[in-house]
């Protein structure tokens, strides 16, 4: 019975020790300045490691970069003059006096800008058309790591952020695209489009300025009838001062070419500007039509009150010393030669 008791103090001992040495190792006793690295690829970087206990043996770097072997002292360095592989593991650690070690994981991260950001488009040289749809690819060349890029494309003032796709998997450069899809508008005629790549390392991370593709001008073949004067629609107009304007101004890609159809009379002044003058216009209805390679459009003008003739022609033969004088387009006796007034009462009319 004795032997039994003492078998069971034993085992209780051996279980208290295990206990023990977990909880040191669970928290290890080590404190890493900075908790993490992003360096670029070239450049130098440091990293201290100091241990928060007295009970340990020593302490030091394991890496495949660069490590220590066991170092009797209260912190260890793990210097970098010139980072020079994508890939490095190094962790901390600290053999304790209980026969324990326990280490913490240092993320390092090595990173280098993209060669070129570009915008590939299989019709880059060709205008859009209204109405459909088309693809357009971000291309970032030589990047890495490629897994921490986002692609952000800009249209005109509004932004969409994407990933940056790849089939690499390695910290090594490689590249990766990112696809945007347009559905053209004639709104989209004359904006612009672009897009960036910039790393994403966390709220830790450094900030890095972004690298933006060249600005892609849109241009979009559209009809786009949407004419600029005040007048938006068909107009009735009255004419003034016996001078008038009609504006048929419109927009369009390619340019709309004009054509005016007007009242005979003023035939004569009408030419393919989108505006039209008119001196002593008739009443009547002016028809301006705007086309281009997309389509058409006709605004309407109709003018009131304005003059529809010309006073006729009047002749009349007056006696004169027995000649017969004709006259034309004599509207008042006024008019009448002061030599004619007082035998005007013998002219007549016909």
């Given at each position: 019975?004795?032997?039994?008791?003492?078998?069971?103090f034993?085992l209780h001992?051996?279980?208290?020790?295990?206990?023990t040495?977990?909880?040191?190792?669970?928290s290890?006793?080590?404190?890493?300045t900075?908790?993490?690295?992003?360096v670029q690829?070239?450049?130098a970087?440091t990293?201290?490691?100091?241990?928060t206990?007295d009970?340990?043996?020593?302490m030091g770097?394991?890496?495949?970069?660069?490590g220590t072997?066991?170092?009797?002292?209260?912190?260890?360095?793990?210097?970098?003059?010139?980072v020079?592989?994508?890939?490095?593991q190094?962790?901390?650690?600290?053999?304790?006096?209980?026969?324990?070690?326990c280490?913490?994981?240092l993320?390092?991260?090595?990173y280098?800008?993209?060669?070129?950001?570009?915008?590939?488009?299989e019709?880059t040289?060709q205008?859009l058309?209204?109405?459909?749809?088309y693809g357009?690819e971000?291309?970032v060349?030589n990047?890495?790591?490629?897994?921490?890029?986002l692609?952000?494309?800009?249209k005109?003032n509004n932004?969409?952020?994407k990933?940056?796709?790849?089939?690499e998997?390695?910290?090594k450069?490689?590249n990766?695209?990112s696809?945007f899809?347009?559905s053209?508008q004639?709104?989209d005629?004359g904006g612009?489009l672009?897009c960036?790549?910039?790393?994403?390392f966390?709220?830790?991370?450094?900030n890095?300025?972004p690298?933006?593709?060249?600005?892609?001008?849109?241009q979009?073949?559209?009809?786009?009838?949407?004419?600029?004067s005040?007048?938006?629609?068909?107009?009735?107009m009255?004419?003034?001062?016996?001078?008038?304007t009609?504006d048929?101004?419109a927009q369009?890609?390619p340019t709309p070419q004009y054509n005016w159809q007007?009242p005979?009379?003023?035939q004569?002044?009408?030419?393919s500007?989108?505006?039209?003058d008119l001196k002593?216009?008739f009443?009547?209805?002016?028809?301006?039509?705007a086309?281009?390679?997309?389509g058409?459009s006709?605004k309407?003008?109709v003018i009131t009150?304005a003059p529809?003739k010309?006073i006729?022609?009047?002749?009349?033969?007056?006696i004169v010393?027995?000649?017969i004088?004709?006259?034309?387009?004599?509207?008042?006796?006024?008019?009448l030669p002061?030599l004619?007034?007082?035998?005007?009462?013998?002219c007549f009319?016909?």
């Amino acid at each position: 019975i004795i032997y039994y008791y003492y078998i069971l103090f034993l085992l209780h001992k051996s279980f208290l020790m295990l206990s023990t040495a977990q909880t040191v190792s669970a928290s290890c006793p080590l404190v890493m300045t900075p908790s993490s690295v992003v360096v670029q690829y070239g450049d130098a970087f440091t990293v201290e490691c100091n241990s928060t206990t007295d009970q340990k043996e020593g302490m030091g770097w394991e890496s495949n970069y660069k490590g220590t072997g066991l170092i009797e002292a209260d912190h260890v360095q793990l210097n970098s003059e010139k980072v020079d592989r994508w890939a490095i593991q190094s962790q901390c650690y600290v053999n304790l006096n209980n026969g324990t070690q326990c280490s913490e994981y240092l993320p390092i991260t090595v990173y280098k800008m993209p060669d070129s950001v570009s915008i590939l488009h299989e019709n880059t040289k060709q205008p859009l058309v209204e109405h459909q749809d088309y693809g357009f690819e971000c291309a970032v060349a030589n990047v890495a790591p490629v897994k921490k890029v986002l692609v952000t494309w800009i249209k005109d003032n509004n932004s969409t952020v994407k990933e940056c796709l790849t089939e690499e998997s390695n910290e090594k450069p490689g590249n990766c695209r990112s696809d945007f899809t347009l559905s053209a508008q004639k709104t989209d005629n004359g904006g612009t489009l672009m897009c960036e790549a910039k790393f994403d390392f966390g709220p830790m991370g450094p900030n890095l300025q972004p690298i933006r593709s060249p600005v892609m001008d849109l241009q979009v073949l559209c009809k786009y009838f949407d004419h600029v004067s005040k007048f938006s629609s068909d107009v009735t107009m009255h004419s003034t001062n016996g001078k008038l304007t009609l504006d048929c101004t419109a927009q369009g890609n390619p340019t709309p070419q004009y054509n005016w159809q007007v009242p005979q009379p003023t035939q004569e002044k009408v030419g393919s500007e989108p505006i039209l003058d008119l001196k002593g216009p008739f009443s009547g209805t002016y028809n301006c039509t705007a086309a281009n390679s997309q389509g058409s459009s006709v605004k309407q003008f109709v003018i009131t009150d304005a003059p529809s003739k010309i006073i006729p022609s009047i002749s009349f033969i007056c006696i004169v010393y027995s000649c017969i004088m004709p006259f034309h387009t004599v509207p008042h006796q006024e008019a009448l030669p002061e030599l004619l007034q007082e035998y005007y009462s013998s002219c007549f009319l016909y």
